[in-house]
Nanobody, 126 residues
Framework: QLQLMESGGGVVQPGGSLRLSCTVPGRSLIDYAIGWFRQAPGKDREGVAC????????YYAEVAQGRFTISRDGPKSTVYLQMNNLKPEDTAVYYC???????????????????WGKGALVTVSS
């Protein structure tokens, strides 16, 4: 069973930044596609960004393009989501997720996600 440990949520003012972390203890990141979904109150869950395991390619939802960056630190088995220029509409619970098929297509197109973190609340408010 894969464990996804999230951290980094919090409260930030509009225009501010936060970095979310997702640690996968004892596992190699190249074996999984890992990314982030979010769910705002009263709304459906939506994909934010993901990274392919074997080649590190990334994919972003339109809402994240130009403001969010997904990256990874292999030795730390950690994936990051750097969020800049945050807006009130970015307020949501952000979930780290992983697919055992380490490709963007599996994670994003086919939603083949087997593992989920518990979520990190991000609140953007003045």
């Amino acid at each position: 069973q894969l464990q996804l440990m999230e951290s980094g949520g919090g409260v930030v003012q509009p225009g501010g930044s936060l970095r979310l972390s997702c640690t996968v203890p004892g596992r190699s990141l190249i074996d999984y596609a890992i990314g982030w979904f979010r769910q705002a109150p009263g709304k459906d869950r939506e994909g934010v960004a993901c990274m392919s395991g074997y080649d590190g390619k990334t994919y972003y939802a339109e809402v994240a393009q130009g403001r969010f960056t997904i990256s990874r630190d292999g030795p730390k088995s950690t994936v990051y989501l750097q969020m800049n220029n945050l807006k009130p509409e970015d307020t949501a619970v952000y979930y780290c997720a992983a697919s055992e098929t380490p490709t963007i297509a599996a994670f994003w197109l086919h939603q083949r996600v087997e593992y989920w973190g518990k979520g990190a609340l991000v609140t953007v408010s003045s």
